[in-house]
């Protein structure tokens, strides 16, 4: 007997596995400053930033409108922002923020018709 695991979106592992990775090692730093019993205060400000920097990295993997090594840097950029913000070194977590905002828009988004 042959059993087959199916995804919802067949081509996931290949669109979706850097956002993915990078969202998986920041949940995990997440729960690891938790468990440490830190008392840490996360700034308003880089918690926006962090929603539109996410949305845009998503956004470029699902277009396939950058290579992949820009999309996993930008990865890593966003976990030293959020490593900055919650040390309390805010003005330079904005600025590495913006740093991957300077991937620009999507050019186009391709979709799957149903």
């Known amino acids: 007997m042959v059993v087959r ?3 919802a979106c067949p081509r996931f592992r290949e669109r979706r596995l850097l956002p993915a ?3 998986v090692a920041s949940l995990a730093m ?3 400053a938790m468990a440490q019993g830190q008392a840490v205060q996360f700034a308003r400000e ?3 930033k962090e929603i539109t ?3 845009v990295i998503e956004d470029h993997g699902a277009a ?3 290579p992949a090594n820009r999309l996993a840097d930008a ?3 966003m976990l030293r922002a959020r490593l900055a913000c919650y040390e309390g070194r805010v003005g330079e977590a904005l600025a590495l923020y913006e740093s ?5 828009p999507v050019a186009s988004l391709h979709r799957q018709r149903p």
């Open 75 to 77: 990865g890593l950029t």
């Open 53 to 55: 920097v996410i949305t």
């Open 46 to 48: 880089c918690a926006l």
């Open 100 to 104: 991957i905002l300077a991937l620009g």
């Open 30 to 32: 997440t729960v690891s």
């Open 21 to 23: 990775l990078a969202l």
């Open 5 to 7: 695991t199916t995804f």
């Open 64 to 66: 396939e409108d950058l």
